[in-house]
């Protein structure tokens, strides 16, 4: 890519997990990604994977209005503008609650992190791509199978994700005036820190506890790499991306 074909994208929760794998992706690929998460250090190891590929790193907690802000502004001042929004970070709260003993400040934090700050994200996201020019850009929002089928003891979290597939809609409608796209990725099983306890055992719905098995996470990258590529004529609305063997569907 040159210059003028560069695309420009900000990832967050770019630290670790699936946003360092797509932030990789991405700067493998010729984007100019800025890394958005709450540890500086860790954006930084993000984006030394890829030396001398274009990145800015911003502490950002998405949950925070002014973090956000102070996000999006850095992204225009030094990129100028804005092609993709990976609205990535989120958080599943406390393992092994039941729904009955569930604290309401854990409960707000996941709904802070994985909801709120997805609108506020992508909300900065749509200000800039309906404001620039060429007006448009996408935003690909990370759901997860839960927005389909629940996990026991995740109220919290499922209900964040069954939330931000409305929020994808909504962009969807509202983004067609100007050229802004929005689609969701569900992942099951990806390969991270955040689904280790998979791989020694995790509660089913029928009160056993099953190891189940993961996919390598450079595969669901790959895949927001084909949906953040494409076009702005086309759009992949929802993609479902699993380890092909887990007991998702069936579940139950």
Not at 31 to 41: K, T
Not at 234 to 247: I, S, Y
């Amino acid at each position: 890519m040159n210059a003028m074909q560069t695309k420009i994208a900000v990832v967050t929760g770019a630290g670790s997990g699936i946003g360092r794998a797509v932030a990789v992706e991405l700067l493998r690929t010729g984007w100019s990604v800025s890394l958005a998460g709450r540890r500086p250090q860790t954006l930084e190891e993000t984006a030394a994977l890829v030396p001398g590929a274009p990145s800015i790193a911003v502490r950002t907690d998405v949950a925070r209005p002014d973090d956000v802000a102070a996000l999006f502004a850095a992204v225009h001042d030094r990129f100028g503008r804005l092609d993709l929004l990976f609205n990535n970070a989120g958080t599943f709260g406390p393992g092994g609650v039941p729904f009955e003993e569930l604290p309401y400040e854990a409960w707000k934090h996941v709904v802070d992190t994985n909801l709120n700050g997805a609108f506020l994200c992508a909300q900065a996201a749509y200000r800039q791509m309906k404001g620039q020019d060429p007006q448009g850009g996408r935003i690909i929002n990370n759901g997860s199978i839960s927005a389909h089928t629940p996990r026991p003891q995740s109220a919290a979290y499922t209900a964040t994700k069954h939330a931000l597939t409305g929020l994808t809609k909504s962009l969807s409608l509202d983004g067609r005036p100007y050229r802004i796209a929005c689609g969701q990725i569900d992942i099951g099983n990806a390969a991270t820190d955040m689904t280790e306890r998979m791989r020694t055992g995790t509660l089913q719905a029928n009160g056993e506890t099953a190891v189940e098995p993961v996919m390598d996470v450079a595969d669901v990258a790959r895949t927001v790499r084909h949906m953040a590529e494409l076009p702005l004529e086309a759009n992949v609305q929802f993609a479902t991306v699993l380890a092909t063997a887990m007991p998702y569907v069936g579940r139950g």
